[in-house]
C-alpha cells in the first residue's frame, strides 16, 4: 500500500513495537503530528515543556525500561535543542532514536527559515545519523536507526526527514521487529587466561559499570564474586545492578565513592572490571592507580578496552557469555585474609561518617518509605552523589542519573520518562542549580499526572562547584551563591503540583510520607547547609591512598 513519508514513520515505528514518543511539535514535522493524533489510539505521545525535557525523557524511559527512547523534533531550534539530551544519551551508551524534521530538499543548503544541518551538528555524539531525500527508503532507514541503537554497546542516532519526503509517498509494507546485532562470545582462550589470573589471586575485586547493567549482568557477578571470593564496587552507572546491602557488595567506587570499595580496589592484586571505561572520575591519577593489581578489562566495546587504563588481558564479547562460562570454568577458592582486610577497610569507613549530617539521613529516610521498585533519578552535583552513596537499591534499573555528561537539568524530563516507562512512581532527587535549568518539565508532570515526587536539597548554592572552590581556590566563591528569591512551594503550587516545605529530619520524614502518597506530582522543599561536603572525594588527578575524608582536612 502507498503511504506518505509521515505515515511511513508513524507505522515504522508502530511496527517496531515502540509505544510512547516524547516532543515538541513544528513547523517541519507537522505532517508526523498529523498521523500522531490520527493514530493515537496505537501510540502514545507525551508533549514536553522543551525539546531538551523530550530529549532527557527518552533517555529516562530507556534507562528504566532497557527499550529504545524515541524523540520528535522540528528543525533548526527544535533540533538544536535536542542536542545536549543526545549526547548525555551518547555518553552513558543509552538507546535512543531521534527524529526530527527539517526544509524541504530543495530548500537545504540556501539558510531557509530554521535550516540547520542536524546531521553534521550531532555526528560526534550520535552512534550514526541519517537525513533520508528519497520516501522510498524511509521505512528502511528506521529500521535500521533502531537496529543501530540497540545492537552492541547501545547509543543515539538520529533521522531528519526532510518536509517533501514526509509528504511524498511511497509502498509500504510491514516488516518484523528488528532484532539487535548480538555481541561475540567469550573465546575460551580468554576464559582459561582469566581462569589462571583469579588462581594466582589472593585479593580479587571485581569492578562493573553501566555495561554490566545493560546486559543485566549483576547475578552473574555475584555469582561469580561468591565462588572466587571476591569484592565488589561499581561506578556511578552500576548503580542498582545488584542489591546495595549485597554482602560482598562495597558500594560505588571513585571520586566520591565508599571508602572500603575505593581503598580495596587500590589495594587488590586482581581487578575484574566488567563494562566500566575507567574515566578520570573513577582512577584519579592513571599513573598511580591500582599499580599493584593485575587487570581483566571485559567489555563489549573494544574501543573501551585498555584506552584509559592498561588490561593485562582485554576481551571484547558478550559480558554475559563471559561471565557464565568463567563460573562455570574457574575453581572455587577462598581467600580469607582478603576478606579480614576488608572488614578492616568497612570498619574504619563508618568511623569516618560525619554525624548529623542532614542530606545523608534524608536520602536514607527515602529509601525506608518508598516501594522497593521506585525509580530514583536524580540531576547533577552534591545531592547526585549523596543519593549514589547512601540510597539502598533492592532492585535493578531504578537509579535514572547523568554520569559521562554530567548533565544538570536532566532529572525533571528523565523522571518523567523514567516514569512512563516502568508505570510506577518515580522519586527526583535534585538540587536549587539544577532544578532551576529544567523546572519548565513540571508543567509536563502536572499535564500527565505522572506519579512523580521531587525531592529539592535546597542549600541557595551550586554546592558541588562551591565545594570545589571551598578546598581548591581559598573560598573564593565566584558566581556559586545563587540569591535567588524563588519560593519553590509557591512556584510548584502555581503549576499545580501539591508542595511542602522542611527544615529538619524529622520534618522532612513526616513531608515526604505525605508527598510520596500524593497521586500525581509532588514536591519536598528541603533547607540545608550551604557548606555541606561530599566526601570522600578524590582530589583531580590525585591517588586514593590520599583521598579526602573529613572537614578537618578539606579545610586544611
Known amino acids: 500500500m502507498k503511504l506518505s513519508g509521515a505515515e511511513i514513520v508513524i507505522e515504522t515505528l508502530i511496527e517496531q513495537n515502540v509505544k510512547t514518543i516524547f516532543g515538541y511539535p513544528g513547523g517541519t514535522v507537522i505532517d508526523i503530528y498529523d498521523q500522531l493524533y490520527k493514530k493515537s489510539d496505537r501510540i502514545n505521545h507525551v508533549l514536553a515543556a522543551h525539546e531538551q525535557g523530550a530529549a532527557h525523557a527518552a533517555d529516562g524511559y530507556a534507562r528504566a525500561t532497557g527499550e529504545l527512547g524515541v524523540v520528535l523534533a522540528t528543525s533548526g531550534p527544535g533540533a538544536t535543542n535536542l542536542v545536549t539530551g543526545i549526547a548525555t544519551a551518547y555518553l552513558d551508551s543509552v538507546p535512543m532514536l531521534a527524529i526530527t524534521g527539517n526544509v524541504g530538499t530543495s530548500m537545504i543548503g540556501k539558510d531557509s527559515f530554521q535550516e540547520i544541518d542536524i546531521t553534521g551538528v550531532t555526528l560526534p555524539i550520535t552512534k550514526h545519523n541519517f537525513i533520508v531525500t528519497d520516501v522510498a527508503d524511509l521505512a528502511d532507514t528506521i529500521r535500521e536507526a533502531i537496529r543501530i541503537a540497540k545492537s552492541d554497546r547501545p547509543g543515539p542516532v538520529l533521522v531528519d526527514i526532510p518536509k517533501d519526503v514526509q509528504n511524498n509517498k511511497a509502498e509500504f509494507s510491514y516488516k518484523a521487529p528488528v532484532a539487535k546485532s548480538e555481541p561475540v562470545p567469550a573465546s575460551d582462550d580468554a576464559v582459561n587466561k582469566a581462569c589462571e589470573m583469579i588462581a594466582d589471586s589472593a585479593r580479587p575485586y571485581i569492578y562493573f559499570g553501566g555495561g554490566a ?47 572500603a570499595s575505593s581503598k580495596a580496589m587500590a589495594k587488590a592484586d586482581l581487578i575484574i572490571s566488567v563494562g566500566v571505561r575507567f574515566s578520570d572520575r573513577a ?41 557464565r562460562k568463567l563460573i562455570d570454568k574457574v575453581d572455587y577458592k577462598r581467600n580469607p585474609n582478603w576478606m579480614d582486610k576488608v572488614a578492616k577497610l568497612r570498619e574504619q569507613e563508618m ?20 516501594d522497593d521498585d521506585t525509580e530514583i533519578a536524580t540531576d547533577v552535583g552534591q545531592h547526585q552523589m549523596w543519593t549514589a552513596q547512601y540510597y539502598d537499591f533492592k532492585k535493578k534499573r531504578t537509579w535514572i542519573s547523568s554520569g559521562g555528561l554530567g548533565t544538570m537539568g536532566f532529572g525533571m524530563g528523565a523522571a518523567i520518562g523514567a516514569s512512563f516507562g516502568a508505570g510506577k512512581k518515580t522519586v527526583l532527587v535534585t538540587g536549587d542549580g539544577s532544578f532551576g535549568m529544567n523546572l519548565n518539565e513540571l508543567a509536563t508532570a502536572v499535564t500527565y499526572n505522572v506519579p512523580l515526587t521531587i525531592v529539592l536539597l535546597n542549600n541557595g548554592v551550586l554546592g558541588m562547584v562551591r565545594q570545589w572552590q571551598h578546598i581548591f581556590y581559598n573560598d573564593t566563591f565566584s558566581n556559586t551563591t545563587l540569591s535567588r528569591k524563588t519560593d519553590f512551594v509557591k512556584f510548584a503550587e502555581s503549576f499545580g503540583a501539591t508542595a511542602f516545605k522542611a527544615e529538619s529530619i524529622e520534618e522532612f520524614k513526616d513531608v515526604f510520607a505525605k508527598a510520596y502518597a500524593v497521586e500525581g506530582p509532588a514536591l519536598v522543599d528541603l533547607r540545608i547547609d550551604k557548606d555541606e561536603l561530599v566526601l570522600p572525594m578524590l582530589k583531580p588527578g590525585g591517588s586514593f591512598d590520599k583521598l579526602i575524608l573529613t572537614r578537618e582536612e578539606a579545610e586544611g
Open 213 to 259: 547493567t545493560r546486559a543485566s549482568a549483576g547475578a552473574l557477578i555475584s555469582e561469580l564474586a561468591d565462588k572466587i571470593d571476591a569484592v565488589m564496587g561499581c561506578s556511578l552507572m552500576g548503580l542498582s545492578e545488584i542489591p546495595t546491602k549485597l554482602d560482598r557488595f562495597l558500594g560505588m567506587q571513585g571520586m566520591h565513592g565508599h571508602y
Open 283 to 323: 582512577t584519579g591519577n592513571t599513573a598511580k592507580f591500582a599499580t599493584g593489581a593485575r587487570k581483566i578489562h571485559v567489555d563489549v566495546d573494544a574501543a573501551e578496552l585498555s584506552k584509559n587504563i592498561p588490561a593485562d588481558l582485554e576481551v571484547a564479547c558478550d559480558i554475559s557469555d563471559f561471565l
Open 351 to 370: 568511623e569516618y561518617e560525619p554525624d548529623n549530617h542532614l542530606p545523608r539521613e534524608a536520602i536514607k529516610a527515602i529509601a525506608d518509605i518508598v
